[in-house]
């Protein structure tokens, strides 16, 4: 039987991706250091998982955790635009030479495809829309580069040692489970867990900013795909569900969902910031079977509904 290995599987994507393997019976391997991942994310599926705590950055417990491994999601990361900005290199260690040492591990371990968690990021603010796969890259935050240098290296192994690796390129995915509570969380999270406690969503800026927000759901769906999708290896792919919507839209959209009328406040833009995001994502569904089947609307009433209970 064929382990599946997830990297950061302790994490909010990981973890998703990590359950949909056990509710089709395959055998998960979570290597996770902690670091922002959670126990908890993995309560109601512990006794079925094998956990192995370790970073990506010790050769040895990789090299533990990807033996025997025929399908490796690399989700482990430093996740955060401002949190990158603060710590450029501790951000390029975890998520540039951490992708390299887990490729170079896969490598090694004869792994038979490896399904990486690449970055909308790498667009940058170039104004063009929607994103297509093709466009140059321009990332303009250390998390934006070290996410496209972790790409370039997955296309390297793929075409100099024949490791059959996908890059998705993961647009703003929210859902249950994210957490709400770090100075850099996802707005999503932060806005529903506000407006729950009565407080009030801040957004860094005029509110018009828009982004493709992305049902967790639907990134699971992506990369179960992308794991065994014929003629997509050395490929890079959009995640979205190819619908901008506006900051201010996503806090009507909760207030609507609450039954009450709800105002943000309105602070200063952020460094490294990118304006407006919606992806085109036309290769992932021809040559994926992606569907995005999960619409921002239904996404949003699923995760409010999380959090309220």
Known sequence: MSTYLVTGGAGFIGSAIARALVARGEKVRIFDDFSSGKRQNLADIAGEVEVIEGSILDDRALGRAIEQVSVVFHEAAI???????????????????????????A??????????????????????????????????????GSKLAGEIYCQVYAAAYGLPTVCLRYFNVFGPRQDPQSEYAAVIPKFITRALSGGTPVIFGDGTQSRDFCYIDNVVEANLKAASAPGAAGRVYNIACGVATTLDEVVKVIGDILGRRIEAKHDPERPGDIKHSVADISAARAELGYTAAVSFAEGMRRTVDWYRK
Not at 94 to 105: E, I, P, R
Not at 114 to 143: C, F, Q, W
């Open 79 to 105: 996740p955060s635009v401002p949190k990158s900005m603060a710590e450029p290199v501790e951000n390029h260690e975890a998520n540039a030479t951490g992708t390299l040492k887990v490729l170079q591990a």
């Open 107 to 144: 490598k090694r371990a004869g792994v038979q495809r490896l399904v990486y968690a690449a970055s909308s990021a790498a667009y940058g603010s170039d104004p063009t829309l929607p994103k297509v796969e093709t466009m140059l890259t321009a990332p303009i935050s250390p998390y934006g």
